[in-house]
Each structure stands twice: as C-alpha cells, then as structure tokens.
C-alpha cells in the first residue's frame, strides 16, 4: 500500500500519543549484560537505539549512558554508564547473527566509539529503508505517525540518561524508541512481502 510521503508537525500534534506497555528490564551488572545477550541471540531481529545525558555547556560532552534492545515483547534497557560495553555486549554488536534495526545510526555508531572500537555488524538504518516505500521523512517520530497514526512524545529526550536510577517516564520513552524501530522494519517488510507473494 502506498504511504504519505510526509507529515507536518501540526499533523502529528493531533494524533493520540503511543504508549509503551510490554515489560521492561533494566540490565545494571555485567552478569546481568552476558545474560541479557544470551536470550536475544534467539531471535532474528531486534529494536536497537542508545541514549546520551545532553550537554548544556559548551565542551562538555557525555559518553553514550544507555542502550536499548527491543523484541516484540520485551526491551532490555542497558546502562552502559554502569557496565561499560563487555565483551559480550561487543560480540552482539559485532554479531551478524542478529538483525539490529535502528534510525540515525551514525551518531549511535559515533557516540559507541568513545566507549570500544569494535566495528558494528548487520545493522539496518531505517533512514535508508523508508525511502524505497516513497516515504520521504527522517526522524522517527515522523515516520512511526506516518505509518501508524500515533505519536511519539519526545518529552524525555533531554533528561538525565546518567541519573541514578531512571524514572518510569525515561524507561518508557527509551522502549519505545527501540521498539518502534521494530514494529515500522516488520511493518515495511511484511507489506513489501505480500506485494511479492501477490505478484
């Protein structure tokens, strides 16, 4: 089926607001990383996004604090600010086992390499999916409105990714944007899928 090929902010404004419900799990151990990691490596794909503590002063900059790693029912909220990226964090990423699927990945990729030097492996930037489907926008929240009518509050973008520990507010935010990732690449591929099997 075709899809707008834009939205305008004003749109997006007056469409109910996405509500991340599936379970989360907050990983603060690298036990609790190798284990995490073991579970996903039985699936195929996963949401994929990471999250940075903003800078308000100029020349002060954050290591990237959190990543997020999304299946269908389920987002693991990884807190590289207290585990660091282990080896068996850097295997996965490395992996070409599992499809990792995220928006934007080079600043993901870039705020990655203040932490390891590994070379991430079998990752899908959605920014260069949407196009072959005539969409034509980039942010995350314009392309999940696009194709899902709901929007994606932004609110929490700018809190504290560092802070001792993260409100209810910060760990749905972050699900959502790696589950998102997900359900738009299912979306885009099983539609492209059926076009096939019609043909």
């Keep these: 089926m075709p899809y707008l ?3 305008t ?3 997006i404004t007056n469409l109910p607001v996405e509500e991340y419900s599936k379970r989360i799990i907050i990983i603060e151990t690298e036990d609790d990383v190798r284990k995490a990691v073991d579970y996903l490596l039985n699936f195929s794909r996963v949401g994929f996004d990471t999250e940075t503590r903003p800078s308000f002063k ?12 999304a ?7 990884i807190r590289l600010n207290k585990t660091g990226i282990p080896p068996a964090l850097q295997n996965f990423l490395m992996s070409n ?3 990792k699927i995220g928006l934007s990945l080079r600043d993901d990729f870039g705020a990655m390499r203040k932490r390891t030097n590994i070379e991430p492996g079998n990752f899908v930037d959605l920014q260069n999916l949407v196009g072959k489907y005539g969409i034509k926008e980039a942010s995350l929240q314009k392309i999940y409105a696009i194709l899902f009518s709901k929007k994606i509050s932004k609110g929490q973008r700018l809190t ?3 802070a001792e520990t993260l409100t209810e507010s910060q760990q749905r935010y972050a699900a959502l944007d790696a589950w998102a990732c997900l359900k738009i690449y299912d979306l885009l591929t099983q539609s492209n ?3 096939q099997d019609i043909s």
């Design 5 to 7: 090929q834009t939205i």
């Design 9 to 11: 902010k004003e749109q």
């Design 58 to 69: 100029k020349g002060q900059n954050y290591k990237i604090a959190l990543m997020q790693l």
């Design 71 to 77: 299946i269908e029912d389920v987002c693991f909220l």
């Design 97 to 99: 086992e599992t499809l």
């Design 160 to 162: 504290n990714w560092e």
């Design 193 to 195: 899928e059926q076009i």
